[in-house]
């Protein structure tokens, strides 16, 4: 079997029948200042497109000092959330030359630490982290030595740079919103409580009732994890408890949205009167035929601001605010009792 063999700079100044160093300052976009002969130029770069020839990415860092790379790290990448801003902020790297490198950490702290430490390893230029952590210590220690930027989720009162959504406000116009037509109850499902996206929606939800002249109880607020199972475990023990659908529903998350449709679907209920709701919208919810307000968060802008913050932070620029709330759209697919909302 034959072995594969990469193409180097030394293979194509042999090719083009010229020395390393008139190669390198061709490839390099330095031959017409240094007045390398146009014809030279011209053999060189044809050689090198037609041999397929790429410079070495370790080859470029040693020059720059830089890798020209980024880390993200997220929980996981099934979450729809996670999905859609890994893409927007890979699109933003792709355009500016930069590779993206993604670790997820299934919202556990050690591998995080794991994936975070592979990365610098890998001498990336900046991290961008959802973390799993309680606090930032590990984080300002990594940020003596490159910038990082928090994103989706802050840890306490941390200084460090941080994009984020606003989820109390819009969360609270929108359970408001729900229980001003006239229902007697709302549940909330919830992920983790120790992770604050999950504090601040449970937040808003116990605003918006306030706002509605609504007294919580406790059973409305029940508690699993980010993914669709946990969704379909919760509505399965709620729907026990009650021996029937509750009136209204907010989920904190797509993925707990999905576990309840699911169960819905699978038991006959999908026409059931229930109200509901959540947080993160999903494309597909346009071609339901059950009805599902939501706040939708603007992946490209949080993307965009992560992606702004890191390079600036990168070039030794002080950000003009280097701690971001971002707003919310709210998408009403039923009849919002708010006319500025429709």
């Known amino acids: 079997m034959t072995k594969n063999k990469r193409i180097t700079i030394n293979d ?25 002969a146009q014809g030279t130029r011209d053999r ?29 790290v997220v929980p996981e990448m099934t979450n729809h959330g996670f999905a859609r801003f890994s893409h927007e902020l890979e699109m933003l790297c792709r355009d500016a030359g930069l590779q993206l490198l993604i670790a997820c950490t299934a919202e556990n ?15 990336v230029d900046g991290l961008i982290v959802a973390s799993s952590m309680l606090n930032d210590a590990q984080y300002l220690k990594i940020n003596q030595q490159l910038p990082v930027v928090l994103f989706d989720r802050h840890l306490g009162e941390s200084t460090l740079p941080l994009v984020i ?17 006239g229902y007697d109850e709302i549940y909330f499902f919830g992920g983790q409580p120790r992770i604050s996206p999950t504090r601040d929606r449970l937040a808003g939800f116990y605003l918006g009732l306030e706002r509605a002249g609504v007294t919580a109880k406790p ?15 919760l509505f399965a023990e709620l729907y026990a408890r009650l021996g029937r659908v509750p009136q209204a529903l907010f989920c ?11 169960y819905l679907s699978q038991h ?49 620029q002080k950000p003009q605010v280097s701690q ?3 707003p919310a759209r709210l998408r009403w697919r039923r009849a919002s009792p708010f006319a500025d909302e429709r």
């Open 12 to 36: 194509i100044a042999r090719l083009a029948g010229v020395s390393k160093s008139t190669a390198s300052l061709v490839l390099n976009g330095r031959g017409k200042e240094l007045r390398v």
């Open 44 to 72: 060189v770069l044809e050689i090198a497109q037609q041999q397929h020839y790429q410079p070495s990415i370790h080859a470029r860092a040693l020059n720059s000092a830089r890798s020209h790379t980024l880390g993200l």
């Open 109 to 123: 702290a050690s591998q995080e630490t794991l994936a975070v430490n592979n990365l610098i390893q890998r001498q």
């Open 165 to 181: 959504t606003d989820a109390i406000e819009p969360t609270a116009t929108l359970v408001q919103a729900v229980m001003r037509m």
């Open 219 to 233: 059973e409305w607020v029940m508690h699993g994890h980010y993914h669709a199972s946990s969704g379909y475990e």
């Open 252 to 262: 904190a998350a797509c993925g707990l949205q999905e576990g309840v449709l699911r």
């Open 268 to 316: 006959q209920l999908l026409n059931t009167p229930m109200h509901l709701s959540s947080f993160d919208d999903h494309y597909l919810y346009d071609a339901l035929s059950v009805r599902i307000d939501t706040v939708e968060q603007d992946e490209r802008l949080l993307a965009w601001n992560c992606f702004e913050l890191i390079s600036q932070l990168i070039d030794e």
């Open 324 to 326: 971001r709330l971002l």
